[in-house]
């Protein structure tokens, strides 16, 4: 069984910078993608961005030049790199796992930007 433990959440001023991380514990085989989705109050969950285990990338529009995904296969790590954050990036971000048989979920971390 697959477990993911999210990092690095908080409080940041607007403009500022803040990076996640994601640590998927288990064994992962295969063709998978890991990235980060995020959840404001009211709202609806949307995609911020995902990266697949051969390093293709995929960014929402709202986040395209401001943040940047990574991962280390050996390790089972995503990171989320979030620059010039806006107010409208406050939300609970949680880290994905899908592979072609699951879908992991972490428990998930707050990010508030505000001055």
């Known amino acids: 069984q697959v477990q993911l433990v999210e990092s690095g959440g908080g409080l940041v001023q607007p403009g500022g910078s803040l990076r996640l991380s994601c640590a998927a514990s288990g064994s992962i085989f295969g063709f998978n993608t890991m990235g980060w989705y995020r959840q404001a109050p009211g709202k609806e969950r949307e995609l911020v961005a995902t990266i697949t285990s051969v390093g293709t990338r995929n960014y929402a529009d709202s986040v395209t030049g401001r943040f940047t995904i990574t991962r280390d296969n050996a390790k089972n790590t995503v990171s989320l790199q979030m620059g010039s954050l806006k107010p409208e990036d406050t939300a609970v971000y949680c880290c994905?796992?899908?592979?072609?048989?699951?879908?992991?979920w972490g428990q998930g971390t707050q990010v508030t930007v505000s001055s």
């Open positions: 994905n796992l899908r592979t072609r048989l699951n879908d992991y």
